[in-house]
């Protein structure tokens, strides 16, 4: 793996292989960045923000992350606008694969990645963005059809919101909607049916991994998450039918806000045990139980899918579990190809996953980020 100019990181070069990587080092060191770069490569996008710029690191102009997963090579460069790197000053974001310029979705499914991180300790009790935004990732990475779908909604809801602030100030004429309509209706209905297909294939993991973790828990019911929707699809009626009937409902009312008003990008998950929503109800260990068990589905269906398993990303998230969902955790580790564990000490680690594992350290420095590991001469440039 290649970065430069990388967040904290003016160069780095290392081989990580086989079996759990475990990253250490102090806040702020350079631990989650070098995750962050992984899920780059695997999605064309950070987890951690919606601002490409905001990766390079201060000073450069251009960021670039490389790594090797099975055959293929990927490469992304974040180039920052208006820098000297930026075609005709305006700063963009350059894909490769094997050498050959590519789109962000056509990333998805090359490096199927699962992340774990501090931030979806909220997934219970969060937004609703947070929610679609995790299932949506791990959709795409199942069907990179379903990214594109994803995309073309998005487009044709920026179009419509346009169109429907400029019908609020008698600019355009409602006629006019018709244009819009007929792909957000395409493209709204393939990301439902797909979202409804998914949590349909996850409902027996889940429950599973939930019952293997918390068998107390499970004894009170099934873990499951529900499918919340302002434009529900009940047996026997098509997802398209639902969300036209349902936008001429809400017509009139779109107008006045100069916004669509329902459509997948209002729609929401529910973690329900035995019935009851959780996060009306739930302890914080049983919002973080909840939470392992859906990392824990993720990694089976993925793995299901072609009989591959994802690389699992865990940032700094022993702390937040208790000594039994760690052991559960640590075991699922051992069984992946590869993963990588993130942690300010390894004391919080499992001895028995510090055993099997490669550590690396990060160490915080003027010039850059450090990794110090195995093969530190080759491996590493400051």
Same mark, same amino acid.
């Given at each position: 793996?290649?970065?430069?100019?990388?967040?904290?990181?003016?160069?780095?070069?290392?081989?990580?292989?086989?079996?759990?990587?475990?990253?250490?080092?102090?806040?702020?060191?350079?631990?989650?960045?070098?995750?962050?770069?992984?899920?780059?490569?695997?999605?064309?996008?950070?987890?951690?923000?919606?601002?490409?710029?905001?990766?390079?690191?201060?000073?450069?102009?251009?960021?670039?992350?490389?790594?090797?997963?099975?055959?293929?090579?990927?490469?992304?460069?974040?180039?920052?606008?208006?820098?000297?790197?930026?075609?005709?000053?305006?700063?963009?974001?350059?894909?490769?694969?094997?050498?050959?310029?590519?789109?962000?979705?056509?990333?998805?499914?090359?490096?199927?990645?699962?992340?774990?991180?501090?931030?979806?300790?909220?997934?219970?009790?969060?937004?609703?963005?947070?929610?679609?935004?995790?299932?949506?990732?791990?959709?795409?990475?199942?069907?990179?059809?379903?990214?594109?779908?994803?995309?073309?909604?998005?487009?044709?809801?920026?179009?419509?919101?346009?169109?429907?602030?400029?019908?609020?100030?008698?600019?355009?004429?409602?006629?006019?909607?018709?244009?819009?309509?007929?792909?957000?209706?395409?493209?709204?209905?393939?990301?439902?049916?797909?979202?409804?297909?998914?949590?349909?294939?996850?409902? /027996?993991? =889940? !429950?599973?991994?939930? $019952? #293997?973790?918390?068998?107390?828990? @499970?004894?009170? %019911? &099934?873990?499951?998450?529900?499918?919340?929707?302002?434009?529900?699809?009940?047996?026997?009626?098509?997802?398209?039918?639902?969300?036209?009937?349902?936008?001429?409902?809400?017509?009139?009312?779109?107008?006045?806000?100069?916004?669509?008003?329902?459509?997948?990008?209002?729609?929401?998950?529910?973690?329900?045990?035995?019935?009851?929503?959780?996060?009306?109800?739930?302890?914080?260990?049983?919002?973080?139980? /909840?939470? =392992? !068990?859906?990392?824990? $589905? #993720?990694?089976?269906?993925?793995? @299901?899918?072609? %009989? &591959?398993?994802?690389?699992?990303?865990?940032?700094?998230?022993?702390?937040?579990?208790?000594?039994?969902?760690?052991?559960?955790?640590?075991?699922?580790?051992?069984?992946?190809?590869?993963?990588?564990?993130?942690?300010?000490?390894?004391?919080?680690?499992?001895?028995?996953?510090?055993?099997?594992?490669?550590?690396?350290?990060?160490?915080?420095?003027?010039?850059?980020?450090?990794?110090?590991?195995?093969?530190?001469?080759? !491996?590493?440039?400051?």
């Amino acid at each position: 793996m290649t970065v430069r100019d990388l967040r904290g990181y003016a160069a780095l070069d290392a081989a990580f292989g086989p079996g759990p990587q475990l990253v250490w080092g102090p806040n702020a060191a350079g631990k989650t960045s070098l995750l962050e770069a992984i899920v780059l490569l695997a999605w064309g996008q950070s987890h951690r923000t919606s601002t490409d710029a905001e990766l390079i690191r201060w000073g450069a102009d251009l960021g670039r992350v490389e790594g090797t997963s099975g055959r293929e090579t990927i490469e992304l460069a974040v180039v920052r606008p208006g820098g000297p790197a930026a075609a005709g000053g305006s700063g963009r974001k350059r894909i490769r694969v094997n050498g050959v310029p590519r789109r962000a979705s056509a990333l998805l499914g090359l490096l199927r990645t699962v992340v774990f991180a501090p931030e979806e300790m909220l997934l219970v009790i969060g937004s609703p963005s947070l929610r679609r935004t995790a299932l949506d990732r791990l959709a795409a990475q199942r069907s990179p059809v379903y990214g594109r779908d994803l995309a073309m909604y998005a487009r044709a809801l920026q179009q419509r919101n346009s169109l429907l602030r400029a019908i609020r100030e008698e600019q355009a004429s409602r006629d006019e909607l018709v244009g819009w309509d007929e792909p957000l209706l395409e493209s709204g209905a393939a990301v439902v049916e797909e979202r409804l297909r998914l949590l349909a294939d996850l409902a /027996a993991p =889940l !429950a599973e991994a939930h $019952a #293997e973790i918390a068998p107390d828990e @499970a004894a009170a %019911g &099934r873990l499951v998450v529900r499918y919340a929707s302002n434009a529900p699809v009940q047996p026997g009626e098509r997802a398209r039918e639902v969300l036209a009937r349902r936008l001429r409902e809400t017509a009139d009312k779109e107008i006045w806000n100069g916004a669509t008003l329902v459509g997948p990008h209002r729609d929401d998950l529910v973690f329900e045990l035995g019935g009851r929503d959780l996060s009306a109800f739930a302890s914080r260990g049983q919002q973080r139980t /909840a939470i =392992l !068990a859906f990392k824990l $589905a #993720e990694l089976d269906l993925l793995a @299901a899918h072609d %009989g &591959r398993p994802p690389l699992l990303l865990l940032d700094d998230v022993f702390s937040e579990l208790d000594p039994e969902r760690r052991a559960h955790l640590v075991r699922r580790i051992a069984e992946l190809p590869q993963a990588f564990v993130t942690t300010t000490t390894l004391d919080d680690l499992d001895p028995a996953l510090r055993a099997v594992a490669t550590t690396w350290r990060v160490e915080p420095a003027p010039d850059g980020a450090r990794l110090v590991g195995p093969g530190l001469s080759a !491996a590493v440039r400051g």
